[in-house]
């Protein structure tokens, strides 16, 4: 009892700021706070389709995301097995690689202005409606002036919040997209229209792979201690 309480004692004093990140991420998950974290998600997912999409063949055509958290990517041509699963194990890669940078690397900077700079990018060349606009094109010019003008460490929390939030997200959004709710047009919808098998079952191997993703990241990410000195002084 008392190795149990020690080692859990450890883990607290050792990850204390990770675990309040995912406390407020909690507390906060249903009120408008939350909603540019999840979008910025959903952002991931949608990347990740596109991606899926350039790298076996194909084109995007257009790009959005919307304030109701949805988004949609529209391609030609690329392997449409690959396009349709790469959505939420892709942003939950792409979400733990930038955890993983923030935890393991000192690369944070550069790691937010590139990700700012793909969103710029991604808005000039595919994305058309007010919104998606509005809101890729503004989180690229913050993300980027964050990591030209603000402290390494402040960048290395932004990236930490973010991985959590996707880390979090992901899961949740296979549970409600597939199983609970699996006559949604999901990707595992179309998936299972597309190559057979049902949505519940392409969504249920998703969301096993997800959990085991992010319980093997987590051992391997974590280490000892993960906690940071936050410094907010301009550059």
């Keep these: 009892m008392r ?13 204390w700021q990770l675990i309040i990140v995912v406390a407020l991420v909690f507390v906060f998950w249903s009120t408008m706070l939350a909603l ?18 350039v790298l076996t063949g194909g084109s ?17 041509g690329g392997n449409r097995f690959i396009s349709l699963s790469a959505g939420y194990l892709g942003s939950l890669m792409l979400g733990m690689g930038l955890l993983m940078i923030a935890l393991r690397t000192n690369a944070d900077r550069m790691a937010l202005g590139l990700f700012g700079g793909v969103m710029l990018v991604v808005t000039l060349l595919y994305i058309r409606d007010p919104f998606a606009m509005a809101f890729c094109a503004g989180s690229g010019v913050v993300m980027v002036a964050i990591a030209w003008l603000l402290s390494r460490s402040l960048c290395d929390l932004i990236l930490r919040v973010i991985g959590l939030t996707s880390m979090i997200y992901v899961p949740f959004d296979i549970f409600d997209d597939t199983i609970r709710r699996s006559g949604l047009r999901s990707d595992a919808y179309m998936l299972a229209d597309e190559f057979g098998g049902t949505t519940m079952m392409w969504g249920g191997l998703w969301l096993i792979f997800s959990l085991v ?3 093997f990241g ?14 907010v002084r301009i550059k």
């Design 213 to 215: 993703m992010i319980i």
């Design 218 to 231: 987590l051992r391997n990410m974590l280490g000892r201690d993960s906690n940071v000195r936050i410094d």
């Design 60 to 76: 995007v055509e257009s790009f959005s995301v919307s304030p109701q958290q949805g988004g949609l990517v529209v391609g030609r």
């Design 36 to 53: 540019p974290l999840k979008i910025l998600v959903v952002f991931l997912h949608e990347l990740s389709h596109a991606l899926a999409i």
């Design 3 to 15: 190795k149990h309480l020690t080692s859990a004692a450890n883990l607290i004093k050792g990850h």
